[in-house]
Structure formats: structure tokens, C-alpha cells
């Protein structure tokens, strides 16, 4: 069977397990009764929310081309976003992701090495506005990670925040190059090409964001904008549930459990969202209810992109293209 079907059908059965045994485990005798006042137009509110998020990252994705000095169309930005989603949900962490929208990119006439900075810049600038919104959100919010001080808390996202702006810092003056190459002495040869590759386009990356800084003032708040209608996704549906959320606390939980899904090792982080997602708004909605929350929620946010991104992709490119990229992958594995 073609390696690209396999892992489909891997992911299909992925979910169903996962989401199956979220709902297995949390379900108790209140669920029918509190589900019962669920309200279907959250439903449509939270798709609305999600589709507005989507709108904007396609916008920014077009600023952010535009800065480097290339064009494309809104529906080619957007064509790029769904295939994100799309190969993201098929391979661990974000690196299906970034080849996917390369080869969206590439397809829309942007060069392949201003494309590999561009997914570059476009990651680093959603990291940069949640790492900016951490300290703010620990304040806030005892709750996230009980036995931990908030302060402490605040103290660790303000450094990281903090680290960010060094490496901007430090990109610019090549003053990480030594380091780089230190490091990359004591890789094998393939990964160490691999680590030179995304530490150049990472400066690649920086000296984008700092040519044109009012355009990336731009960009930064698309993202911003962008991310909050995404994660409003999950107030949408509680408000469904008759729930009278705190918003500024569940959104900033979502901006928590979202920088940890950037560097998951799962497939589109599945398992970890879910169970991440229960760990932090059990107490937060009607009881026997958040794992049927954890599901609708990742249905609407990754799932149904996942699938529009399929249709894309195979648009754009025919269907042989997933069989030739999930091939070349395996080899270079």
C-alpha cells in the first residue's frame, strides 16, 4: 500500500483510539445531563473564530513574502496554511509542517531558499507572541502548574522571552557562528548538515524580521490576532455549554498548551493536546464534559484544516506528490 495512505489511515486510527479513550476516561453519570444543555450555535461561533485565525495567517504569511520582496495571492497564502496542517498532522513536531509550506511557497513562484526563511520567520514570530504573553499569563493564573510558584513561573517565560530577543541580538552580529560551528563538529555529518541548514536560515530568519521593522510590527500583531481567534475556538464552545468562562484565563491556558505543541514529538501532537487539554480545564466545565470538549476541540481546530489542506494539496499538486514527498522522506530518514 502507498506509504502516503498508510500513514493516513496510522493517523485516522491515532485519533479514533485517542479520542475514544479521552472520552472513555472522563465521561461519569452527570455527562448526558450537562451535555443536554449544550447550545449548537457554539458550534458555528467556534468554526467562525477558527476561520477568521486562518484568514489572518494567510494575510501576514502575504506581508511577510511581500517584505522579501516576493508576491503572492491571498488564496495561495491560505493554500499554504491548510497545507500546513495537512502534512503537520502526518509527522512529529513542526518539520512535516515546514515542508509542506515550501512546497506551497515554491509552487507560488517564491524562490526555494527565501522559502525556507520564510517558514522560518512565520514560526518564529507565533513562538515569539506566546513567549511575549507567558509572564502575563503565570501572573494570572495559579492554576496551570500546581506546585510552582507564579513568580517562578513568570520569572522562567520572562527569560525565555528574553533569550528570543538575544538571539535576534546575536544573529545579527554573528556572534553565535562560533558556537554553531562547535556544535555542529560533534554531530555525524548528516545531522550536522541538518543543524547548519536551520541555524542559517534561523539567521536568515532574524535579518527578515529586522530589514523592514514597521512591516514586522505588522506581521507581529497578524499573529497575535491570528492566534487569539484560533484559541477562541474553546471560550466558543464552553459558552455552549451554558459555562461562564474566565476568558483571559482559558485563552491563556491555550497559549500555554500551544507552546509545548510546537515541539511535540507526536503526529500534529495528538495525545499530548488531549491530555494536556483535560489536565488543564477539568475543573474549568460541567463535569464528565471535558473530554468531549478535548475532542470537539481538536476537530475543529486541526482536524477539519488537516482535511482542507488534503483537498489543497492534492489541487495543487495531483496526487502522485504525496507518494514522491512521503518517499523522499523516508530515504533521507
Known amino acids: 500500500m502507498n506509504t502516503v495512505y498508510v500513514r493516513i489511515l496510522g493517523l485516522i486510527m491515532l485519533v479514533l483510539i485517542i479520542s475514544g479513550m479521552v472520552i472513555y476516561f472522563t465521561v461519569d453519570i452527570n455527562t448526558l445531563t450537562n451535555l443536554s444543555v449544550f447550545q449548537p450555535w457554539s458550534v458555528v461561533m467556534a468554526i467562525l473564530a477558527i476561520g477568521v485565525g486562518l484568514l489572518l495567517d494567510g494575510t501576514r504569511l502575504m506581508h511577510m513574502v511581500k517584505i522579501s520582496g516576493e508576491h503572492i495571492r491571498l488564496k495561495q497564502a491560505v493554500e499554504v496554511v491548510f497545507g ?45 507572541f506566546l513567549a511575549c504573553c507567558m509572564p502575563f499569563i503565570f ?25 528570543m530577543v538575544f538571539f535576534v541580538w546575536a544573529s545579527r552580529s554573528n556572534f553565535l557562528d562560533y558556537f554553531a560551528i562547535r556544535i555542529a563538529k560533534q554531530l555525524s555529518v548528516a545531522r550536522a548538515k541538518k543543524f547548519i541548514n536551520i541555524y542559517r536560515d534561523s539567521k536568515e530568519a532574524v535579518r527578515l524580521l529586522a530589514r523592514q521593522p514597521k512591516s514586522m510590527v505588522r506581521v507581529f500583531l497578524e499573529s497575535g490576532l491570528s492566534l487569539i481567534f484560533i484559541y477562541m ?10 459555562v461562564a468562562a474566565d476568558w483571559l ?85
Not at 500546581?146 to 520572562?158: I, R, Y
Request: one cysteine or more; charged letters at 10%.
Open 84 to 128: 500546513n496542517y495537512f502534512l503537520a498532522m502526518l509527522g512529529p513536531g513542526a518539520a512535516a509542517g515546514a515542508v509542506a509550506q515550501m512546497m506551497f511557497l515554491t509552487k507560488a513562484g517564491v524562490p526555494s531558499g527565501k522559502a525556507a526563511v520564510l517558514v522560518c520567520v512565520r514560526t518564529l514570530v507565533s513562538i515569539f
Open 139 to 163: 501572573l494570572h493564573d495559579e492554576g496551570i502548574l500546581p506546585g510552582v510558584s507564579n513568580e517562578t513561573m513568570a520569572v522562567l517565560a520572562t527569560i525565555g522571552a528574553l533569550g
Open 233 to 242: 475556538v474553546v471560550p466558543c464552545l464552553m459558552l455552549g455549554m451554558g
Open 249 to 333: 484565563t482559558v485563552m491563556g491556558r491555550m497559549m500555554f498548551l500551544n507552546i509545548l505543541l510546537y515541539f511535540s514529538p507526536t503526529p500534529g501532537g495528538s495525545g499530548i493536546a488531549e491530555g494536556g487539554f483535560v489536565y488543564l480545564f477539568s475543573g474549568s466545565v460541567p463535569s464528565g464534559t471535558v473530554g468531549i470538549l478535548a475532542v470537539s476541540w481538536r476537530f475543529i481546530a486541526e482536524y477539519l484544516p488537516f482535511l482542507i489542506g488534503l483537498y489543497y494539496t492534492i489541487t495543487v499538486f495531483g496526487r502522485d506528490i504525496l507518494k514522491k514527498q512521503f518517499t523522499e522522506d523516508d530515504e533521507i530518514h
